[in-house]
DNA sequence: GCTGAAAATTATATGTT
DNA sequence: AACATATAATTTTCAGC
């Protein structure tokens, strides 16, 4: 079984990507539905992953963690792919790591206490087999961060192509 | 007045990164405090602006937008700061905006249907003011997103500067 | 700053259209 | 799919320590 995603949907990944504590009861009031039909729409967006799930946005210099980077990374990933792979894993300083094309293979988003752990950081990539280099770009400031695309964005989109997002449920049993 | 962040804080901080939405009650479990102990701290968190809001993980790649990129841009940012800043703004796809040092003066993360999409979005910039360059790097795949800075690292930190982490409350007359 | 217990709100389950 | 109702769970409030 297959279903579409409406415009209600999109209210309500809008909404929740504004305030993702944000209870049903508003949901309802938002969208204008009962709450248990909103209910049932978010459950079943989570079932179908378009919701992956909800977290919190924490400002990470409030907790020592002053410097923000990005780095790209060369990595000779064909045969050090693995491995490269765990060593991002492991380290809690990567906040996020990226396969991409252009200069270099990789971009990661790292944040750091300050120089002096970002050049340990460093200094131990560069030690990872199949590093060939990096290329360090420190954050000066923020101007944007959208936690959610707009649901006008969306239906724009939808519109231009004139189509219907369709998901895939659990197939039930004739 | 001010105050501290102790475990029990960067506790609530990971758990909430973990699930935006947990409940209260299984917050006081976690860290084993009553509910409006955790609700008090939650509250101070939030007003403290350590919690700056709760959001939504979305597959964008559902919702129609395909394709992921990072776009470093050269603005000439001292004539055309203030206007390039509003373009950013209006502009759905950008998801992200950072202002950085190294090759080009800003980074950005885009997101867009499909490549005639992205190829009238790269027109679009290029046409603002001050903008001298762009250089895309498409998003082949993510290895690893972290929502929330974890409590071991911070705590680890912590130690290691052998500092307690203050805030700011709001005074209150004596 | 923390707790327990009452009150208010919110979420879930069930049956109906 | 959506709703109303009933039931269960959660959150908020507040007095007391």
Redesign the interface.
């Known amino acids: 079984m297959s279903g579409h995603?409406d415009l209600i949907d999109l209210k309500i990944?809008e909404s929740?990507?504004?305030?993702?504590?944000v209870r049903l009861s508003e949901l309802a009031e938002i969208v204008g539905l009962s709450i248990p039909s909103v209910s049932e729409r978010l459950d079943k967006l989570q079932k179908?992953?378009?919701?992956?799930?909800?977290?919190?946005?924490?400002?990470?210099r409030?907790?020592?963690?002053d410097i923000?980077a990005?780095i790209r990374v060369r990595v000779d990933s064909s045969k050090h792919y693995k491995s490269f792979?765990e060593h991002?894993?492991k380290e809690?300083?990567?906040?996020?790591?990226?396969?991409?094309?252009?200069?270099g293979s990789?971009?990661?988003k790292v944040?750091t206490?300050n120089t002096a752990s970002l050049e340990q950081f460093l200094s131990r990539i560069q030690s990872w087999p199949g590093v060939l280099g990096t290329?360090?770009?420190?954050?000066?400031?923020?101007?944007?961060?959208?936690?959610?695309?707009?649901a006008?964005?969306?239906k724009k989109?939808?519109q231009d192509?004139q189509v219907l997002?369709t998901?895939d449920e659990k197939r039930s049993r004739k």
């Open positions: 995603l990944i929740l990507g504004g305030n993702g504590r179908n992953g378009i919701i992956k799930g909800f977290t919190t946005e924490v400002d990470e409030r907790l020592g963690f923000q990005f792979m991002v894993m809690d300083e990567i906040m996020e790591c990226y396969s991409v094309t252009g200069e990789h971009i990661m944040m206490h290329n360090t770009s420190f954050v000066l400031s923020q101007l944007k961060k959208n936690n959610c695309i707009g006008d964005i969306v989109n939808l192509r997002l998901f």
